[in-house]
């Protein structure tokens, strides 16, 4: 964690926003490429340490490994990891080496001491960015949490940005009820929870309310999962085929932004879970511990006394939820990208328009926004990078275009 007695400079070369695995892979890249850049940077976050909000979903769901093989990491050398897990294989889960959550931690752990990077974090959050123009050059002034300000030559936004999607009905939820019964799948902590006798409904057919169903059943909880479409296996988000030119090449060739959307929209094809943890649910179903509702929608919630009484699309045909009493509803629903609702891109938008097509912006092929030197990296790259540019595998294929803009004074704007 960066000393908060040291002042923050009153100028930075590149101001990095968010210390994830992307930022993390942007930095490990960025020193391979150029070592002077070391000391010219700052990344902002506010917990003040690398990885900080990625370990707190992992233990708060309680997931044992991750969906990505363990070449998809966040070391220039795409073997590192299986060379830190020489002696941990055990740790390394079929079919593909999936890295088991500990595993992953400590190597980000070794990737940030190899790479000296423990005092690259600011402990702070970037609450406003304001582009300006100095000596006819793109400027930002970045505001903090802390209610510091520092001037930034250039700026990676690399916080995700991502908005938690809510189904409509939950706007429509008449009566007040307490405000842990139902959350958002982003702020459900299965740690501590004491679930015992109680029924949970679940809403999401993907790996997220996978995840929640098996922690809540280890609790003792009844578990209802509804998805509005059937729930079925994949082993990764999207095909293999899309890290490479199998299928990026016709992707790229692609020149209009509306199709390329909609490309990305099936390569994805909205949530799904790994065929072990359907199996899991699967096993648990037969024993009569989840039940499953696919194919099936709220269509209204209202908190009665101590309870949710719910009542699906489908009443006419069948009972469904109707005549059963819910204690909490989780909503596993996913989140939305979207440019124009980024907070930090408030101030960007109005001073540089740019095209937006369905919340992701056209940005160009080093993933900068026009006329200024700001970077893009994860889901709202998706344009130009594919339809895994959130993942771990894009987070290096991101990294790989932006690098070059930020080493070479060629590609720098004029």
């Known amino acids: 964690m960066v000393d908060v007695s040291v002042a923050l400079p009153a100028s930075i070369d590149l101001a990095i926003v968010g210390a994830g695995p992307h930022a993390l892979t942007l930095v490990t890249h960025l020193l391979q490429k150029k070592k002077s850049m070391r000391g010219r940077f700052l990344v902002f976050d506010p917990s003040g340490v690398w990885m900080s909000q990625w370990n707190h979903q992992f233990a708060a769901f309680e997931i044992p490994h991750l969906r990505s093989p363990a070449v998809h990491q966040p070391d220039p050398d795409p073997h590192a990891l299986r060379t830190f897990a020489e002696g941990r294989s055990h740790e390394l889960f079929p079919p593909y080496d999936l890295p088991g959550t500990r595993l992953f931690q400590d190597f980000c752990q070794d990737v940030i001491r190899r790479w000296k990077l423990q005092t690259c974090v600011y402990p702070a959050q970037v609450t406003r960015m304001m582009p300006f123009s100095h000596c006819r050059r793109s400027r930002f002034l970045l505001e903090l949490s802390n209610g510091q300000t520092l001037i930034a030559r250039r700026v990676v936004v690399a916080n995700g940005g991502s908005i938690p999607q809510m189904p409509e009905w939950v706007e429509q939820v008449a009566t007040p009820y307490p405000a842990d019964r139902l959350l958002h799948s982003g702020r459900v902590d299965l740690r501590g929870l004491q679930l015992q006798g109680e029924r949970v409904l679940i809403i999401g057919g993907g790996l997220t309310s996978g995840h929640l169903a098996?922690?809540?059943?280890?609790?003792g909880a009844q578990v209802f999962l509804m998805a509005r479409r059937r729930v079925y296996e994949?082993?990764?988000?999207?095909?293999?085929?899309?890290?490479?030119?199998?299928?990026?090449k016709d992707f790229w060739a692609e020149p209009d932004w509306s199709t390329r959307w909609q490309m990305i929209q099936q390569a994805r094809n909205g949530g799904s879970m790994t065929p072990a943890v359907l199996t899991q649910l699967?096993?648990?179903?037969?024993?009569?511990?989840?039940?499953?509702?696919?194919?099936?929608?709220?269509?209204?919630?209202?908190?009665?006394?101590?309870?949710?009484q719910v009542c699906c699309d489908h009443a006419a045909v069948h009972q469904c939820l109707q005549d059963q009493t819910i204690d909490r509803i989780w909503l596993a629903t996913g989140s939305q990208l979207n440019a124009t609702k980024h907070p930090l891109l408030k101030d960007i938008l109005e001073t540089y328009s740019i095209e937006v097509v369905k919340g992701l912006p056209v940005v160009d092929e080093h993933l900068r926004w026009q006329r200024c030197e700001l970077f893009i990296m994860g889901g709202l790259a998706a344009l130009q990078v594919g339809p895994t540019a959130r993942n771990l595998s894009g987070a290096r294929a991101v990294s790989d275009r932006i690098v070059p803009a930020l080493t070479k004074s060629s590609l720098a704007l004029r």
């Open 214 to 219: 098996i922690g809540a059943i280890e609790r």
């Open 234 to 248: 994949k082993l990764f988000d999207a095909d293999p085929g899309w890290l490479g030119p199998k299928y990026l």
């Open 282 to 308: 699967r096993r648990l179903q037969r024993d009569g511990k989840i039940v499953f509702y696919e194919q099936c929608q709220v269509r209204s919630a209202r908190w009665s006394g101590e309870h949710w």
